[in-house]
């Protein structure tokens, strides 16, 4: 079945740092990708998405480019800040039957100043 | 805008016993999800509506767990009779349809003792 499979958590690093959380996942068809965000007592926030191979999603300085060859989803921001603090979630969505959101186990990041 | 509510926040009961939760979506949003996230896990998906009709209910376990969206806008969960391992954080997310983001509310988190 579906699958997404994310780095395992938690990460902890120095604001400024390079951020990196791996995403993988395993789908039946040609999925749509998808970052979400969950700050702390706040429910989930969709951060970024792609719908095709080779396409790039961005948005508050973070990026994600959907690799068919790889079947990765790779978040990445350059230099991070303590408010980015938040636990990531991947997911994908096959754009077949029902169309369910499919979650990966999420990735808690805490940014230290 | 407003988002999507949810009530309670929070809810602690003794297994055996029933609990419902409650969800309005955002306005004019024809598809509405629950989903079950345990601790430490994403989010999956229980059952999504669309209007009032089911779309995918096949990991909802019908034994206990129920839900209803009459006249296609709120939509009640219901669990009868509670386990310990339904203790979790129960979301509900709705969508202008299928394929569009889908926006989440806070969340009920329930602990069964």
């Known amino acids: 079945g579906d699958s997404v499979t994310q780095m395992e958590g938690p990460v902890t690093l120095s604001e400024e740092a390079f951020l990196t959380i791996n995403c993988t996942y395993t789908?039946?068809?040609?999925?749509?990708l998808f970052w979400y965000v969950q700050y702390p007592g706040e429910g989930l926030q969709l951060l970024l998405k792609?719908?095709?191979?080779?396409d790039k999603g961005s948005n508050k300085g973070f990026e994600a480019t959907y690799r068919k060859e790889t079947t990765s989803f790779h978040l990445e921001k350059g230099s991070v800040q303590v408010s980015d603090s938040a636990v990531y979630f991947c997911?994908?969505?096959?754009?077949?039957?029902?169309?369910?959101?499919?979650f990966g186990q999420g990735t808690r990041l805490t940014i230290n100043p | 805008e407003a988002g999507v509510a949810q009530s309670p926040r929070y809810k602690i009961i003794e297994k055996r016993q029933s609990v419902a939760f409650w969800c309005n979506p955002i306005?004019?949003?024809?598809?509405l999800y629950w989903y079950q996230q345990i601790l430490g896990q994403g989010p999956k998906l229980l059952i999504q509506?669309?209007?009032?009709?089911?779309?995918?209910d096949s990991q909802l376990p019908k034994d206990r767990f129920s839900a209803e969206r009459l006249k296609g806008v709120d939509s009640t969960l219901k669990i009868q009779p509670a386990k310990l391992e339904d203790s979790a954080v129960y979301l509900c997310?709705?969508?202008?349809?299928?394929?569009?983001?889908?926006?989440f509310g806070p969340g009920t988190r329930l602990t069964v003792l």
């Open positions: 997310a709705s969508s202008l349809g299928t394929q569009d983001t889908q926006y």
């Open positions: 789908a039946t068809g040609y999925p749509s």
């Open positions: 792609a719908t095709k191979a080779d």
């Open positions: 997911a994908l969505r096959v754009d077949q039957g029902a169309q369910k959101l499919v």
């Open positions: 306005s004019g949003h024809a598809t």
């Open positions: 509506f669309q209007n009032n009709g089911v779309v995918d």
